[in-house]
C-alpha cells in the first residue's frame, strides 16, 4: 500500500486525502476491532507520523469515531438506500437488500462483518459513546426496515411492522457475526430465507392473528 505524503505547515499536516487517510483507517478497525488496531498500525497503513496523525485526527479513541462516520457514509448509506429511498414494493426491496449482503459476504466484501456492529460487541458495555454509536446504527437500520414493510405490507399495523423491522435487525447483526465468524452461503442463505419468510408471512396476516404487540416493546 502506498504511503500517503505529508507536508508540515505551522504543525499541522497537508497534503493528503483526509477520506482516504480515514478509509485505510476504517478497513483497520473493521478487519482488527478497535483494541486490535495499534497506532502504529495505523500510521503504517496511512504513512502518517505520530505528530502529524495527532495533529490532524487527535487521539486513537477520537480517530476511531471520525472512522465510524467515515464508515456510515462509505458503507451504510450506500447499503440502505434501497431500503430507504425505494418507493416501489417494500419486500421485494428487502430481498434485494439481504440479496446484496449475502453475495457480500461471499465475494469477501463484507468478510469482517458490519463495523457498527462489532462496535457494539467490543466497545459498547464500557463506552457509552460507542453504545450510542451502536444504538443509532441499530435504529436506523430497523427504521429502514420498517419503512419497506409498511410499502409492503396489506394491512399490518405499526406495532407488527416494529416488531417484524426488529427481527430483521437482529437477523442482519447475526449474519454480520456470521459472516466474521467465516460461515459459508448455505446457513447464512438459509437464515435470511427463513427471515424474510417469517416477515412476508407476518404481512399478509390479519391483524388479529398477528404476534401479541408484547413482542414489539
Known amino acids: 500500500m502506498p504511503a500517503v505524503k505529508e ?7 497537508r497534503g493528503f486525502d483526509r477520506e482516504r487517510v480515514l478509509d485505510h483507517v476504517v478497513d483497520l478497525f473493521w478487519r482488527h476491532g478497535y483494541d486490535g488496531t495499534s497506532v502504529e498500525a495505523i500510521r503504517h497503513a496511512t504513512g502518517i507520523g505520530p505528530s502529524s496523525l495527532y495533529a490532524a485526527f487527535g487521539d486513537k479513541r477520537t480517530l476511531f469515531f471520525e472512522a465510524v462516520d467515515r464508515y456510515r457514509a462509505r458503507v451504510v448509506d450506500k447499503a440502505l438506500d434501497g431500503l430507504e429511498q425505494d418507493r416501489g414494493d417494500g419486500l421485494a426491496a428487502i430481498r434485494a437488500f439481504f ?3 449475502v453475495d457480500g459476504i461471499i465475494a469477501g466484501e463484507r468478510r469482517w462483518g458490519c463495523l457498527m456492529t462489532n462496535c ?5 458495555p464500557w463506552d457509552e459513546a460507542a453504545a450510542e454509536a451502536a444504538r443509532a446504527h441499530l435504529l436506523r437500520v430497523r427504521a429502514a426496515f420498517a419503512g ?4 409492503g405490507a396489506t394491512g399490518a399495523d405499526e406495532t407488527q411492522i416494529t416488531a417484524v423491522a426488529s427481527m430483521l435487525t437482529a437477523v442482519l447483526q447475526g449474519l454480520n457475526v456470521m459472516a466474521r465468524a467465516g460461515f ?15 416477515a412476508e408471512g407476518a404481512a399478509m396476516l390479519p391483524v388479529a392473528r398477528r404476534m401479541p404487540a408484547a413482542i414489539a416493546s
Open 7 to 13: 507536508k508540515h505547515i505551522m504543525g499541522r499536516p
Open 99 to 101: 440479496t446484496r449482503v
Open 120 to 124: 457494539a460487541v467490543e466497545r459498547a
Open 148 to 151: 419497506a414493510l409498511a410499502r
Open 184 to 198: 459459508g452461503r448455505a446457513p447464512i442463505q438459509a437464515a435470511v430465507d427463513a427471515a424474510i419468510a417469517s
